[in-house]
């Protein structure tokens, strides 16, 4: 028996029409058939001895026949069914990796046209010094403080001490900072994207099968930046954000732009990773969820026609 058989889908289709059409094909010609003895007259020796009186026009005669007809189409049919393939579309992701240096070196973006150069400097302004140093004196006012022997000196009324009023109340103490947790750079279990906790496996079959689900979900929604497809620009953008102790995503920076929009676009697949129904996979150390710092490279590469 033949249990391999595999059909795409043009065979698939090209079958039901060859089917409905052999269907329509037999229903005129049993049309034409019965449509010959409707115009001419029956004869009494054509009687048949069975439960229909004449033998000619007995719609049970071909009985048997659908019946078998029918058999091998729903066999052929079921066969069809039960050898129906589909296959999934996989992506190739040879090219890509999310292996970056530790060392990042951020590239200044580049443009089609380059900036206009800055305006030339205003010319110094040279102020005239005089040679002569004018002095201005200012006059002097003598006061005749003498005193003679007939002056009389009288003692100035003592001043009355004032109260002096109490002092300021202290101010409050100043609210207790909040204490932000310390970001991690690299933790005993690194941050993984979602899809892969289901599969039985060490933490390194988990963390390979995560990075292919992180590369598939890139690569299925990017959308190439026309200006850098028209200036031929390519290369790698690398994104740094902080993957929280709930497994969101914050802190989104880009650390490494290509130009021509692309840096743009890699903030726009981070925020659809932060709208997605379930969140990364936290960093752990020492069993606890922490927060880390990840640095996800996307690569922008224009694959020749």
């Known amino acids: 028996m033949i249990t391999d058989l595999t059909f795409t889908s043009q065979s698939i289709l ?20 019965f449509k010959r003895f409707s115009s001419t ?44 393939t589909t296959y999934v579309e996989e992506m190739d992701l040879s090219a890509y990796s999310l292996d970056i240096a530790e060392d990042i070196e951020i590239e200044p973006p580049r443009s ?60 409050p103490p100043p609210p207790p900072e909040e204490e932000i947790a310390e970001i991690f750079k690299i933790v005993e279990q690194m941050p993984r994207f979602p899809g892969c906790e289901d599969l039985s496996g060490n933490e390194e ?8 689900k992180l590369m598939e979900f890139i690569y299925k929604n990017i959308n190439y930046p026309g200006v850098a497809r028209e200036n031929n620009i390519q290369g790698t953008v690398v994104l740094q954000f902080v993957v929280e102790k709930d497994g969101s995503i914050t802190e989104t920076k880009v650390v490494r732009d290509i130009g021509g929009g692309c840096g743009d676009e890699a903030l726009r697949i981070t925020a659809l990773m932060q709208d997605m129904p379930q969140k990364w996979i936290p960093g752990k150390q020492r069993g606890r969820p922490v927060r880390v710092m990840f640095n996800l490279p996307i690569r922008f590469m224009l694959k020749e026609v």
């Open 112 to 171: 089609a046209t380059p900036p206009p150069p800055p305006p030339p400097p205003p010319p110094p302004v040279i102020q005239e010094i005089p040679n002569e140093l004018i002095i201005e004196e200012d006059e002097m006012v003598f006061v005749d403080q003498s005193v003679e022997a007939e002056t009389e000196v009288y003692r100035p009324d003592p001043i009355a001490d004032k109260e002096t009023p109490p002092p300021p109340p202290p101010p």
């Open 41 to 84: 007259p029956l004869k009494e020796g054509k009687v048949a001895a069975s439960r229909n009186k004449y033998k000619a026009v007995d719609v049970h005669q071909f009985r048997s026949s659908f019946i078998g007809l029918s058999l091998v189409l729903m066999l052929g049919m079921t066969v069809v069914a039960f050898n129906w």
């Open 205 to 212: 079959e988990k963390k390979a099968c995560s990075d292919k």
């Open 14 to 33: 090209l079958s039901a029409a060859l089917i409905f059409g052999f269907i329509i094909l037999t229903i005129g010609l049993f049309r034409l058939y």
